[in-house]
């Protein structure tokens, strides 16, 4: 779509939601931002400080599970110290009419759940449970205790959230799941993500070239908004979505930008 022609882009965007029934949303680091968990990669993120090769690698945690905990105990912090903001919220609401069906997530701080969405794939695991390598029990955050690095209560040795770390593979269920999402998908919204990183990156490209729209809300143009994506909508997801959902509530389709832009 012409990227001069906003307000066509926000009237097409309502009109897809509004005859979609099996919406597939993938969300990424951008649409966590507003709940103040800056992107790992961007400033003032976790790889500012700590080498992602030295602290993020599952060799890593195996060779010295306290040093890589220093950079997971400032990570947990900031991941349930965060609250879900208004994006969350407006896919909860997009689930329950019924026309988001699947949200397919990169992220870890379990935020769409909390605001009370379903059906939600977490490609990368839940930093709010941990897990055991040597016994693979798992404990919820809130059972863990307060010493870090955490001891498994069930063999003693030390648990790891129940994150992926660079060098593991995405659970062979979430890949399952979020191919069956788009097989079965009618609209694809791809939300606060370049979607750069594979496999996760393939999916709206898997939708693309079987002609199911995709719909892109991110801060700027990306990669897919020449080639993947049928609308870009620049703009806070916190923003735009909640908009959408109300444009959807009152059943209008002729939207001006300053509507959004409000």
């Not at 609308?231 to 209008?252: F, K, M, N």
């Amino acid at each position: 779509m012409d990227a001069s022609d906003p307000q066509e882009a926000l009237r097409r965007t309502v009109e897809l939601l509004a005859g979609a029934r099996n919406a597939l949303a993938l969300t990424g680091a951008g649409i966590s931002v507003e709940s103040g968990i800056p992107d790992f990669r961007g400033r003032g993120g976790l790889w500012e400080r700590f080498d992602p090769q030295e602290y993020a690698t599952i060799e890593a945690f195996r060779r010295d599970p306290p040093k890589v905990w220093r950079m997971l105990a400032e990570l947990e912090e900031v991941v349930l110290g965060a609250r879900p903001n208004p994006a969350h919220r407006a896919l909860v609401e997009l689930q329950e009419k019924e026309i988001v069906r699947w949200i397919l997530t990169q992220n870890i701080d379990g935020l769409h759940q909390a605001a009370g969405s379903r059906n939600v794939i977490e490609y990368h695991g839940n930093g709010r449970t941990l897990v055991c390598l040597d016994c693979s029990h798992r404990v919820e955050h809130a059972q863990r205790g307060h010493q870090i690095p955490p001891p498994c209560p069930s063999c003693g040795a030390i648990l790891k959230p129940d994150v992926i770390l660079f060098g593991e593979l995405i659970p062979q269920r979430a890949l399952q799941q979020g191919r069956e999402a788009v097989d079965t998908a009618d609209l694809v919204l791809v939300i606060g993500t370049r979607a750069e990183v594979w496999p996760f990156a393939e999916l709206p490209r898997i939708a693309s070239s079987r002609g199911i729209p995709v719909v892109e809300i991110n801060l700027e143009r990306t990669g897919l908004s020449d080639s993947v994506a049928d609308i870009t909508l620049c703009g806070a997801a916190g923003e735009l979505l909640p908009r959408l959902v109300s444009r959807l509530d009152s059943g209008g389709l002729r939207l001006g930008v300053s509507d959004f832009l409000e």
